[in-house]
């Protein structure tokens, strides 16, 4: 299987290529440069670098958020598009359990997160079954650091938990944090070159027949944009 796997969440953003179950190219967002400028470039860069092509791909998969409104609007419809003109699937998969998977497979809750500017931070709580299955504890969030290390030791109780995150300084500042490393609770440190990631979940899924076609792949923002945030509407205004 040739997989494809897009993250353009946030400025750490990256593509990559799986073959057959092996990574063959993986390019990091390093730059200031827009992901409207930089995403095509990146890919082609990619499939050439693993001598293939867009046609050439069985399976697109892409994270669809937590993150950024721009950042998920240009990966996502680029993905749209694609699966459109060369009749593609696609798999969409959260960012958060991307990371949380690097916390591994063992029964247990596993909490991941990252920056999301702004004093918060985007959080999800997993938990792990003895059969190895996922299961996302509530809804993903956005919300300060320290709240959600509180949030989870209120769900967990004395359960000791592995932190993925490529955040760790965030955590690791925090006095909540530092009360559950006394407790035993793992901190792992994740690359931020997600979209390897991204591909090896999508390809899980798409084996488990868990794919969709574009008019169905929708972003998980979490957080309204900016300018959802900055406008007033003007009936509300009493003016």
Aim: glycine share 10%; charged share 30%.
């Amino acid at each position: 299987m040739n997989t494809l796997g897009i993250d353009t969440c946030e400025r750490r953003g990256s593509v990559a290529l799986r073959r057959d179950g092996r990574l063959i190219s993986l390019l990091r967002h390093e730059s200031a440069i827009d992901y409207s400028s930089w995403l095509l470039p990146a890919v082609e860069k990619c499939l050439g670098e693993a001598d293939s092509t867009l046609e050439g791909m069985d399976l697109l998969a892409v994270a669809t958020g937590p993150g950024s409104f721009t950042g998920l609007r240009v990966g996502l419809t680029t993905v749209k598009a694609w699966a459109e003109l060369y009749g593609k699937p696609i798999v969409g998969v959260s960012r958060l359990e991307v990371l949380a998977r690097f916390a591994g497979a063992e029964p247990g809750f596993v909490a991941a997160s990252f920056d999301a500017q702004r004093g918060q931070t985007f959080g999800g709580l997993y938990r792990v079954n003895v059969t190895s299955d996922w299961e996302l504890m509530e809804q993903e969030m956005v919300i300060a650091p320290e709240e959600f290390v509180r949030w989870v030791r209120e769900r967990v109780g004395e359960t000791k938990v592995r932190w993925a995150t490529p955040d760790a300084e965030i955590l690791e500042g925090l006095a909540p944090w530092r009360e559950c490393a006394e407790r035993g609770d793992l901190l792992v440190h994740c690359d931020a070159g997600l979209a390897a990631g991204v591909a090896e979940l999508g390809e899980q899924r798409a084996r488990r027949g868990e794919t969709i076609d574009s008019l169905r792949l929708d972003a998980n923002y979490v957080r309204r944009s900016d300018a959802e945030i900055l406008w007033k509407d003007p009936a509300s205004d009493g003016s």
